[in-house]
């Protein structure tokens, strides 16, 4: 049962533009999400996070919206850089899971073309 | 600050070899976890720990697999016997609730190959 669900593997977007990930979950009790952005050969990092009470975060060309209404969350990176192409996560936590558990999706591999 | 250290980056092993993987937390995390990334399942969460005690480890795939956390700066992971299916990256990572962010810090990883 897939909880929270990244439907595109991979993503391809010119510099300069706008790149947007998507992310749905299924569980309505998910009350903190996260996005991780993930190189070769490393671990992810911890990227942008919003809380289940706003509908926007914002921080630099990084900007998250949450519409809980439609369980989905999207990424958007203004303007996108070369340094931009990894593997982005989306991750849920709350419920009865619990704050500290984390449930990640299938992940999205972002490039960008010069 | 060193960040999560996992040791050793890259195992490989023979079916039925026992396996373990190490990880050092950031000093002042109390929770660690183990994650499991496969490109089938993607990132799986194992097991974590909360000031060294185990709370959840409903996500290890079966008796072969165990974890322990003796003191506040190490964990085990260990496989036994390894099998071929095991294949995969293991990450370790480290949080804190304090300042309220549920933010965890993974290591590099540990890139193990059953044979």
């Known amino acids: 049962d897939q909880q929270v669900k990244q439907n595109s593997p991979s993503l391809s977007v010119q510099e300069g533009r706008i790149s947007i990930l998507n992310c749905d979950y299924t569980?309505?009790?998910?009350?903190?999400f996260l996005w991780y952005k993930k190189y070769p050969a490393e671990g992810p990092t911890f990227l942008i996070s919003?809380?289940?009470?706003?509908d926007k975060n914002e921080d630099g060309r990084f900007t998250v919206f949450l519409n809980k209404s439609a369980k989905h969350l999207s990424l958007h990176i203004v303007p996108s850089q070369p340094g931009d192409s990894a593997v982005y996560f989306c991750?849920?936590?709350?419920?009865?899971?619990?704050?500290?558990?984390?449930?990640f999706g299938q992940g999205t591999r972002l490039t960008i073309n010069p | 600050d060193a960040g999560v250290i996992q040791s050793p980056r890259h195992e490989v092993t023979e079916m039925g070899q026992e396996v373990t993987l190490r990880c050092k937390p950031i000093s002042g995390h109390d929770y660690l976890f183990w994650y499991r990334q496969t490109m089938m399942r993607g990132l799986e969460l194992l097991i974590y720990f909360n000031n060294n005690v185990p709370i959840d480890d409903s996500g290890m795939p079966e008796d072969r697999f165990s974890a322990k956390m003796p003191n506040a700066s190490f964990s085990t992971l260990k496989i036994q016997p390894s099998e071929p299916r095991d294949s995969a990256v293991y990450f370790c990572?480290?949080?804190?609730?304090?300042?309220?962010?549920?933010?965890?810090?993974f290591g590099p990883g540990t890139r193990l190959t059953v044979l």
């Open positions: 569980n309505s009790m998910f009350d903190y």
């Open positions: 990572a480290s949080s804190t609730l304090a300042g309220g962010l549920n933010e965890q810090f």
């Open positions: 919003i809380s289940s009470i706003k």
């Open positions: 991750a849920a936590s709350g419920g009865r899971q619990g704050a500290q558990k984390l449930v």
